[in-house]
């Protein structure tokens, strides 16, 4: 596996930390513990998947008296809610101490937990974003008939204050879901078939292996290729894998040695995608701001060119400071059109256009071709 460290900026001398970054490791023990001996301030974005504390009472069969292969292992066992609570206080203030200032947490739970970590979250002062519901489509059924079938999760997204400027891919969202905005609940198929993980006796490797699909949603839409993902709860490595393919570095945190074993050989047999394959589709919000001015001093509009609305009701002439003059209305690209219709506010980029060679286009394919020479490839961030 590739490993390398980051150096950490900002420390005081007094700081009993490291300053390197474990980045593409795994590291062993308790998570509480190994996040208090990470540089603070160091991490970008957290994928949480706690111990659900199911509260099992005894084992559950099938109809035909078959055993299900239920989440019973030890680390999933509390001696109370008060224990869990605490357990929860704990490793949340330990990953808030470690995000960045404009650094987001994602926390996936069950009805057994997730209402009790929304709490803790919102105590520790994380800012809750969203609440996300993970419907799965092939859902284990309800055997003993007495409940609804469970057939979702939560995830809780929250940033670290309600002062962060967390990343959100909005446009890539979008895109991955055919130019349709990306909503909150979100339809997904359990972790089966090729992608379940086997150990040595071909047993599930993970009781409860997350899919691929929802990290790589959730690491598409909420960080950025460089970026460094923490998974306290690490398992057979899904968030590392996802992060790595996607060109983010991770860390992760495990307790249980043949988790470890299972996750180690995981992520040596993925790639990370080519850098080309890492762009995304951008918001407009975050891309370079272009003066209407700077098209009039290129010369790509000249002072006195006319220039018509969309619908070819209304024309302004340019003039040589980048405003518009039609009549006596004068203004930036934006006032004109807005005043000239009425409205409350205008997108004057999308609404003026010029004509050449007897075609109508929209003065927007000249800003686009002043930040196309710019050559930047901003960081998203939403204003």
Same mark, same amino acid.
């Given at each position: 596996?590739?490993?390398?460290?980051?150096?950490?900026?900002?420390?005081?001398?007094?700081?009993?930390?490291?300053?390197?970054?474990?980045?593409?490791?795994?590291?062993?023990?308790?998570?509480?513990?190994?996040?208090?001996?990470?540089?603070?301030?160091?991490?970008?974005?957290?994928?949480?998947?706690?111990?659900?504390?199911? @509260?099992? !009472?005894? =084992?559950?069969?099938? $109809?035909?008296?078959?055993?299900?292969?239920?989440?019973? #292992? *030890?680390?999933? %066992?509390?001696?109370?809610?008060?224990?869990?609570?605490?357990?929860?206080?704990?490793?949340?203030?330990?990953?808030?101490?470690?995000?960045?200032?404009?650094?987001?947490?994602?926390?996936?739970?069950?009805?057994?937990?997730?209402?009790?970590?929304?709490?803790?979250?919102?105590?520790?002062?994380?800012?809750?974003?969203?609440?996300?519901?993970?419907?799965?489509?092939?859902?284990?059924?309800?055997?003993?008939?007495?409940?609804?079938?469970?057939?979702?999760?939560?995830?809780?997204?929250?940033?670290?204050?309600?002062?962060?400027?967390?990343?959100?891919?909005?446009?890539?969202?979008?895109?991955?879901?055919?130019?349709? @905005?990306? !909503?909150? =609940?979100?339809?997904? $198929?359990?972790?089966?078939?090729?992608?379940?993980?086997? #150990? *040595?006796?071909? %047993?599930?490797?993970?009781?409860?292996?997350?899919?691929?699909?929802?990290?790589?949603?959730?690491?598409?839409?909420?960080?950025?290729?460089?970026?460094?993902?923490?998974?306290?709860?690490?398992?057979?490595?899904?968030?590392?894998?996802?992060?790595?393919?996607?060109?983010?570095?991770?860390?992760?945190?495990?307790?249980?040695?043949?988790?470890?074993?299972?996750?180690?050989?995981?992520?040596?047999?993925?790639?990370?995608?080519?850098?080309?394959?890492?762009?995304?589709?951008?918001?407009?919000?975050?891309?370079?701001?272009?003066?209407?001015?700077?098209?009039?001093?290129?010369?790509?509009?000249?002072?006195?060119?006319?220039?018509?609305?969309?619908?070819?009701?209304?024309?302004?002439?340019?003039?040589?400071?980048?405003?518009?003059? *039609?009549?006596?209305?004068?203004?930036?690209?934006?006032?004109?059109?807005?005043?000239?219709?009425?409205?409350?506010?205008?997108?004057?980029?999308?609404?003026?256009?010029?004509?050449?060679?007897?075609?109508?286009?929209?003065?927007?394919?000249?800003?686009?071709?002043?930040?196309?020479?710019?050559?930047?490839?901003?960081?998203?961030?939403?204003?």
């Amino acid at each position: 596996m590739m490993t390398k460290t980051k150096s950490r900026s900002g420390a005081g001398p007094n700081m009993a930390v490291p300053m390197t970054l474990p980045l593409n490791q795994i590291l062993s023990g308790d998570c509480i513990e190994q996040m208090n001996r990470l540089p603070e301030g160091s991490v970008d974005l957290i994928f949480a998947d706690p111990p659900y504390n199911l @509260q099992l !009472r005894g =084992d559950l069969h099938r $109809p035909d008296n078959s055993r299900v292969d239920a989440v019973d #292992d *030890a680390w999933d %066992q509390f001696a109370s809610f008060e224990s869990y609570d605490r357990f929860t206080r704990d490793w949340l203030a330990a990953a808030r101490r470690l995000l960045k200032p404009n650094g987001a947490i994602w926390v996936i739970g069950s009805y057994h937990n997730i209402f009790r970590v929304g709490a803790e979250l919102q105590n520790a002062g994380y800012w809750i974003l969203n609440d996300v519901v993970w419907r799965k489509v092939n859902p284990m059924p309800n055997f003993r008939g007495k409940r609804l079938t469970n057939a979702h999760e939560t995830l809780i997204w929250a940033s670290k204050s309600e002062a962060s400027r967390y990343t959100f891919n909005y446009e890539a969202l979008k895109a991955l879901n055919d130019g349709v @905005q990306m !909503r909150s =609940d979100w339809s997904l $198929p359990l972790c089966t078939g090729h992608e379940r993980l086997k #150990d *040595a006796e071909g %047993q599930k490797a993970h009781p409860t292996q997350k899919p691929e699909s929802l990290l790589h949603r959730i690491i598409l839409g909420t960080t950025n290729p460089g970026d460094v993902v923490l998974d306290p709860f690490f398992g057979t490595g899904t968030t590392g894998a996802v992060a790595k393919m996607l060109g983010r570095d991770f860390i992760g945190i495990e307790r249980e040695e043949a988790y470890r074993t299972v996750a180690t050989a995981r992520l040596d047999r993925v790639r990370r995608f080519d850098k080309s394959a890492l762009e995304v589709t951008t918001s407009r919000r975050a891309e370079p701001r272009v003066p209407f001015g700077q098209v009039v001093e290129r010369g790509m509009l000249r002072p006195g060119e006319e220039l018509m609305s969309q619908n070819g009701r209304f024309r302004a002439k340019v003039r040589a400071d980048g405003t518009l003059i *039609a009549h006596e209305t004068k203004g930036s690209i934006h006032q004109v059109g807005a005043t000239l219709e009425g409205a409350p506010s205008c997108n004057g980029w999308t609404y003026w256009h010029y004509k050449r060679e007897g075609k109508m286009i929209p003065i927007d394919l000249l800003r686009q071709q002043i930040r196309a020479e710019m050559d930047i490839v901003p960081a998203v961030r939403p204003n």
